[in-house]
């Protein structure tokens, strides 16, 4: 199974971007997918998931509001609309699929290569 991650970049604070997470070689519909981030000197911390029906999402508390996970089945690919981006938001998002539907690191088994966001002041 591979995970591909884009669509990072430099933004300015209160602006948007868009996240990828495009999968192969797995059962894209039966997993969970979720986002992660990771700022420079810090552990990797959840940001979201989404259920394999999409019927469900769960958002930590700094994100949510701002943020939406969605997928789309048929193309195998999760999005993370990210909006009213602040310069905490700064970090390598990583995304991350697997069968159970958990809210840490450890319970993924498979995860996409990261994309670093930068949100200027």
């Known amino acids: 199974v591979q995970l591909q991650a884009s669509g990072g970049g430099l933004v300015q604070a209160g602006g948007s971007l868009r996240l990828s997470c495009a999968v192969s070689?797995?059962?894209?519909?039966?997993?969970?997918m979720a986002w992660f981030r990771q700022a420079p000197g810090k552990e990797r911390e959840f940001v979201t998931r989404?259920?394999?029906?999409?019927?469900?999402?769960y958002y930590a508390d700094s994100v949510r509001g701002r943020f939406t996970i969605s997928r789309d089945n048929a193309k195998n690919t999760a999005y993370l609309q990210m909006n009213s981006l602040k310069p905490e938001d700064t970090a390598v998002y990583y995304c991350?699929?697997?069968?159970?539907?958990?809210?840490?690191?450890?319970?993924?088994?498979?995860w996409g290569q990261g994309t670093q966001v930068t949100v200027s002041s």
């Open positions: 991350a699929a697997d069968y159970r539907g958990l809210s840490y690191p450890s319970g993924y088994v498979y």
């Open positions: 070689g797995g059962a894209f519909s039966r997993y969970t």
């Open positions: 989404i259920t394999w029906s999409g019927r469900n999402t």
